[in-house]
């Protein structure tokens, strides 16, 4: 994420990739539509009819009336072309190709640790008991960029239960897909593969943190880490780890990627936090992707009243 510099980017706004007579200001439509059709199962194509027809469709969904936001959404484009996927480039812009074509079916998830139910799961029967969600959620990386994206995905929380933790797990850890033929990143040591991420139990059970399986209202896009990825929106966007295949009940706290790769820079927490720089940068500001002046990052990016209380009591600067 860190190690290397990406090159300078295009920019292409969803709006010119778009036949025209199919763009409608966005943020009108999203206003009309939350008024009227707010629970309502809407087809993707209605909703962001700029997404195109070539992305694949998601079940039913419904819109969080909760979970949501008036800020603009940042381009689909931008989204799907400026990515962190290190087992695929280490170069942003090049992510999306490099990852065209990922094999994402079938795909498995193997549950295990400390849980009254382990055992490997298709990815369908994993999905299926659970209603699909679509929430407006910020991401901001700990380089200083962010984005606002309209993720479509379902608490971890419900899995969780379903799964019935013993009550000797403290901890989760999720792993990405190992597959080196596919992901040419993982045939150098860049990171120590697969890339592992970990939360704690009541950070996993917290109602913001969900398993997303698409975006913009269609099914997640390779790059952005098909077929089932994380996310968890108060922390910096290394922890919501993409492909997973591996969710584990554990005891002690998982050492993570990032932490392997450099535990000075890295901690286990990852919460956004102004106050802390990171070693090599300044936390206090970031950059909106699609706008130019930088704005001021928020504690817990924005999501104090609902997270803080899960930290009540530590030294933030210790555990960052
Ligand atoms: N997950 C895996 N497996 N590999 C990665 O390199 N990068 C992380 C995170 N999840 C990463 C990952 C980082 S640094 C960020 S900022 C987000 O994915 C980016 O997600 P996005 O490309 O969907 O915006």
């Known amino acids: 994420m860190l190690l290397i510099q990406s090159r300078s980017r295009h920019h292409i706004r969803s709006s010119e990739i778009t ?6 200001d966005r943020r009108r439509f999203l206003g009309a539509a939350t008024g009227l059709l707010a629970a309502a199962s809407l087809p993707a194509a209605l909703l962001y009819p700029e997404v195109g027809r070539a992305a694949r469709r998601l079940p039913p969904f419904t819109r969080s009336q909760r979970y949501t936001t008036d800020e603009a959404l940042t381009d689909y484009e931008d989204i799907t072309h400026y ?7 280490t170069d942003k812009e090049e992510v999306a190709e490099r990852a065209r074509h990922f094999r994402t ?7 295990d640790g400390e ?17 699909l969600e679509e929430r407006i959620y910020r991401l901001r990386c700990v380089e200083a960029w962010s984005m606002v994206i309209p993720w479509v995905g379902f608490p971890l929380a419900d899995l969780i239960k379903r ?16 597959d080196p033929e596919q992901m040419p990143g993982q045939r150098r040591n860049i990171l120590d593969w697969p890339y592992v991420e970990g939360l704690r139990m009541d950070e996993a059970m917290h109602p913001l943190t969900i398993l ?30 993409k492909s997973i295949v591996r969710i584990r009940f554990v005891e002690h706290q998982p050492v993570t990627t990032w932490m392997k790769a450099s535990p000075r820079e890295y901690g286990f927490y990852a919460n956004v936090n102004p106050e802390v720089d990171h070693p090599r940068w300044s936390q206090a500001r970031e950059r909106r992707i699609g706008e130019f002046f930088k704005r001021k990052t928020l504690m817990f990016n924005g999501y ?7 930290y009540a009591g530590m030294d933030l600067r210790r555990f960052f």
Do not use: C, M
């Open 83 to 89: 990515n962190n996927f290190y087992e695929f480039s």
């Open 105 to 111: 079916e079938p795909w498995s998830v193997v549950i």
């Open 304 to 310: 104090g009243e609902e997270v803080a209380h899960l």
């Open 163 to 178: 799964f019935r933790p013993t009550s000797r797990a403290k901890y989760v850890e999720f792993t990405t897909l190992y």
């Open 115 to 131: 849980v009254e139910k382990p055992g490997r799961y298709h990815l369908e029967d994993l999905l299926r008991p659970h209603a």
């Open 19 to 24: 036949e025209p007579r199919l763009y409608l």
């Open 212 to 241: 997303a399986v698409g975006l913009y209202g269609r099914v997640l896009p390779n790059q952005n880490g098909a077929p089932l990825r994380l996310v968890v929106p108060w922390k910096y966007g290394f922890k919501n780890i």
